[in-house]
């Protein structure tokens, strides 16, 4: 033993631990588990709980939903900063059919087609997917402030609307159906709400996407209608074919474009569609609706001084830059930066993440090192790794705006792991790192910069949503000097 009480061979590497933890009986453990999960524990406590009780961060464990929609409920968490990590690597981890985990909705659902999610980079329709991700991303890149501030501008004027009529305004609410027309905007340049959609695509979007996040929430219904309901069998597609085709017509007519690339690298545009479909209601539009209210929920409750500070900061960029929001003016907002990477670092829209092990491998963790076979499924519970004490030290679970200003604290980078990769590294066609990320973290800056643009200080009530926060605006103060556009 060495003087942190891991085993040393010989040579002086560590030697591989069994992976301590249990799956109890088949079947009924994972029952068990998922009722633990769901209502007797809570998620975070789910995990921390099976950590404490095995002293270590990498553990067996069962992972809901189990049955009967999952063959195989048996995972090796991954639970630390230094563990984590293994899932983005794609030499050492098999990436295929388990963006939701150990189920997978059924591809009627995508118009027949595992979109790319779903695929592993060695599969050539991952590649060209995402490169046709990344072409329309960098053929939209000016669209993107422009469309944003416009869509908010307004969002944020209906917020004091409310205010003024009833004290209290909904920011999810009005989010869902700002996010959506933002996407369609940003992305193709034709509103949603102008097309045959009208105003129905977020509720469209939002009834798709539970048909095949069911199995991983909670509604807040009393446990014997949820269990039957949401958690033993899929919901039947056909139930939402309707909606899907609708949003399908959306995209085959606005993606003209982005289609006619797609298929000039190769791909059929059905299958195209799908994708694009995929990428911006699942991947874009629901990352949004967890998102943008976790940032807000934690620039809400950082506080009037916080504020204050932000405020001088966004200004002063914005006036430098002539009275304009750009990409040069974002970068020199140090504090505005370090707050939304600290946003993403305590809520993580996308907790959970999966790999299979294409290899018998040793994972460490900070205490040890631990054999897994090949084959096994690894899974990790995001927001563990992103507040292990062990890296972030007594702070870890606080929001600290400034915690990433600085050389110092651009060296933390490397531990954000929102993207699916850590913040310092960049999506490629060759892993399975989100291709929005620049985007994201853009979206993200670019609301807490017209917050402050806007007023000198705001409040907010918040509180759970189904997927994450959910933020009541009760107070704003308008800005009261050096307004920007
Ligand atoms: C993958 C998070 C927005 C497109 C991922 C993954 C995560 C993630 C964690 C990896 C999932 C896994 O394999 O385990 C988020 C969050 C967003 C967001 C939190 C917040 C808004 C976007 C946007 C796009 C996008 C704006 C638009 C292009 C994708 C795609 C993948 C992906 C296509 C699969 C990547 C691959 O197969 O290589 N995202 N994402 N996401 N994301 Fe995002």
């Known amino acids: 033993m060495n003087q942190s009480g891991m085993a040393r061979s010989d040579e002086g590497s560590l030697v591989p631990r069994e992976v301590p933890g249990s799956y109890g009986l088949p079947f009924v453990s994972a029952i068990r588990d998922r009722l633990d999960f769901y209502y007797f524990q809570g998620q975070d406590k789910y995990f921390e709980s099976r950590v404490e009780k095995y002293g270590s961060t990498v553990v067996r464990i069962n992972v809901p939903p189990g049955p009967f929609m999952a063959r195989d409920p048996r995972v090796v968490a991954v639970l630390d900063a230094k563990s984590f990590p293994v899932l983005f690597d794609v030499t050492k981890v098999e990436k295929k059919n388990l963006f939701t985990g150990t189920y997978m909705p059924s591809t009627s659902l995508t118009g027949g087609f595992p979109v790319c999610s779903y695929l592993d980079p060695s599969e050539p329709t991952h590649t060209k997917v995402k490169q046709l991700l990344f072409s329309l991303l960098a053929s939209r890149k000016d669209a993107f402030i422009p469309a944003f501030r416009s869509h908010f501008s307004s969002l944020l004027a209906t917020v004091e609307s409310q205010l003024l009529l009833s004290g209290k305004s909904n920011f999810n609410t009005l989010n869902d159906a700002t996010s959506f027309e933002f996407i369609g905007d940003g992305y193709f340049g034709v509103l949603p709400s102008a097309s045959d959609l009208g105003t129905t695509g977020p509720a469209k979007a939002a009834k798709w996407l539970i048909f095949q996040l069911h199995p991983l929430v909670t509604l807040g219904l009393p446990m014997i209608l949820e269990e039957p309901l949401l958690h033993t069998v899929h919901l039947p597609p056909f139930l939402v074919s309707g909606d899907y085709k609708a949003l399908y017509k959306y995209f085959f007519a606005a993606a003209t474009k982005a289609l006619d690339t797609a298929e000039g690298l190769g791909l059929k545009r059905d299958e195209a569609c799908h994708n694009l479909l995929f990428a911006t209601v699942f991947n874009s539009y629901g990352g949004l609706k967890v998102l943008l209210p976790g940032i807000l929920a934690r620039i809400a409750d950082s506080g009037e001084k916080f504020h204050k500070k932000l405020v001088t900061e966004i200004r002063a960029a914005v006036a430098e830059a002539g009275g304009k929001v750009t990409i040069e003016a974002l970068e020199k907002m140090e504090l505005t930066k370090s707050a939304v990477w600290e946003a993403l670092r305590l809520d993580p829209a996308v907790k959970f993440q999966y790999g299979r092990a294409k290899a018998d491998m040793n994972i460490e963790s900070h205490d040890a090192v631990f054999a897994v076979k090949k084959g096994e499924m690894l899974f990790g519970y995001q927001p563990c790794a992103t507040k292990d004490p062990r890296v972030f030290g007594p702070t870890a679970r606080e929001f600290v ?79 009261t000097s050096g307004v920007a556009d």
């Open 401 to 479: 705006g400034d915690r990433f200003v600085g050389k110092e604290g651009s060296k933390l980078l490397k531990y954000v792991y929102w993207s699916n990769g850590r913040e310092t590294e960049s999506p490629s066609v060759h892993n399975k790192q989100c291709p929005g990320k620049n985007l994201v973290v853009l979206v993200g800056r670019l609301l807490v910069v017209e917050l402050f643009l806007r007023y000198d200080t705001f409040t907010a009530k918040v509180g759970l949503d189904l997927l994450g926060t959910k933020v009541e605006f009760t107070g704003v103060t308008k800005a």
